[in-house]
């Protein structure tokens, strides 16, 4: 199949996994329509296997991947993070939980290559699959490959029903608190004030998108060595991580940066499409082999995260049902976090006051534990438990 072709055959499918995620209110994420469709393709024939190569997706979504990483680096909100380090504590002691469950007890289930491949995959999003589909490949095993993709696919309806109950049941309680509804029934709006000019910050005469990308590709080029004067020890992804925060608190970088390339939708379609490269050599038999592994990971990941959430939040004074819904963000990450909250709130709340006290109190919970669990802690475990394998 020609270059062209392909690719515009991928960019179809791409469009198509969005308005399936439009259309059921992100029920039905983007990815999980990109993988039933890939996989319906390949497994008919109706897609040639070469697919994802003919359209040269592989060599440029690697080069470009380390980019949309140091660009997720410049979303960390540092104040917001200390305004909510009891949701921090939580959410990290959580993740942690459910990663050593999986790995520790999950080992005799399903071996100790699936148990570390899930485990990172559990505890966040595409960033940490795509360090362990990479890995996994270069290593040959591609069954913890498959095992990986399914996992990523399907995990956001392992979380998203826990969340959704935990968060109900937490705003009942909440709205027959008169004293927390007036405190949250008014949004407060705290000005962020004059941002101080950063060290290394450009005049305004930089600000174009050709120059955005430069600065991205330079701090990728700056964690790429970096990883390498650390003989591998630290991985590529999480210094790009660690390098977009670093120069975005120096004013290198700006705050979201892809968006203002003008070419964030064509990044993130190749490297989402990199994602499921391995699909393509996927059968049916080795999926169904993968259920037992899958039924393990989900059961362990939760167990881990209700029972650390119990304690933290008995620990931190937080409600159970609260704390099991921030840990287990990790599931599903943004723009779920945010969607649950704004349902909850419409659905619990008897006025407008109630809703909006619920939603100002549930919804920067939610995000601060999406983001501390997806952007940064699971990248971080994907990182060191690819030494393991």
């Given at each position: ?14 469009a ?25 393709g ?86 940490a ?24 696919v399907?995990?956001?309806f392992?979380?998203?029903?826990i969340?959704?109950?935990?968060l ?28 101080k000019?950063g060290?290394?910050e ?7 998108p ?20 650390t ?8 210094l790009?991580?660690v390098m ?6 120096l ?33 049916p ?12 990971a989900?059961l ?90």
């Amino acid at each position: 199949m020609t270059g062209i072709v392909a690719l515009t055959i991928l960019f179809c499918i791409y469009a198509a996994g969005e308005l399936i995620a439009q259309k059921t209110k992100a029920v039905f994420s983007t990815v999980l329509g990109i993988a039933i469709i890939l996989l319906a393709g390949f497994w008919s024939g109706v897609l040639p296997q070469t697919l994802i190569e003919d359209a040269q997706v592989s060599g440029f979504g690697n080069l470009i991947a380390g980019i949309l990483v140091v660009s997720l680096g410049t979303t960390i909100d540092f104040p917001e993070i200390k305004r909510q380090w009891k949701v921090v504590v939580i959410s990290l002691c959580c993740v942690i939980g459910s990663v050593a469950a999986i790995i520790l007890l999950g080992k005799p289930i399903m071996g100790l290559d699936m148990a570390v491949a899930g485990a990172p995959i559990f505890a966040g999003g595409s960033a940490a699959t795509l360090i362990m589909t990479t890995t996994l490949k270069e290593k040959g095993l591609e069954l913890a490959g498959t095992f990986c993709i399914v996992l990523y696919v399907t995990q956001k309806f392992i979380g998203v029903p826990i969340a959704s109950l935990f968060l109900r049941r937490t705003a009942l309680r909440f709205r027959e608190e008169p004293k927390l509804v007036a405190q949250y029934c008014e949004q407060t709006e705290q000005s962020a004030g004059q941002r101080k000019r950063g060290l290394l910050e450009l005049p305004p005469l930089f600000a174009r998108p050709s120059v955005y990308l430069a600065k991205l590709g330079i701090v990728a080029v700056i964690a790429n060595y970096t990883a390498k004067l650390t003989n591998g020890a630290i991985h590529y992804f999480v210094l790009c991580l660690v390098m977009g925060a670093l120069f975005f608190a120096l004013g290198f970088l700006e705050k979201g940066i892809l968006a203002k390339t003008q070419s964030s939708g064509l990044i993130t379609f190749f490297v989402t499409i990199l994602i499921f490269s391995n699909l393509a050599t996927t059968t049916p038999g080795q999926v169904a082999s993968v259920l037992v592994p899958l039924l393990a990971a989900a059961l362990l990941g939760v167990a881990g995260t209700a029972v650390v959430g119990f304690v933290t939040g008995k620990l931190l004074n937080i409600p159970f049902g609260l704390a099991m819904s921030l840990g287990i963000s990790c599931t599903f990450g943004f723009p779920t976090t945010m969607l649950i909250p704004q349902e909850v709130s419409e659905a619990i709340g008897r006025d407008e006051r109630e809703k909006a006290a619920i939603l100002n109190y549930l919804l920067p919970k939610m995000l601060t534990a999406g983001f501390v669990t997806v952007t940064i802690v699971s990248v971080l475990i994907a990182g060191f438990v690819v030494n393991m394998l």
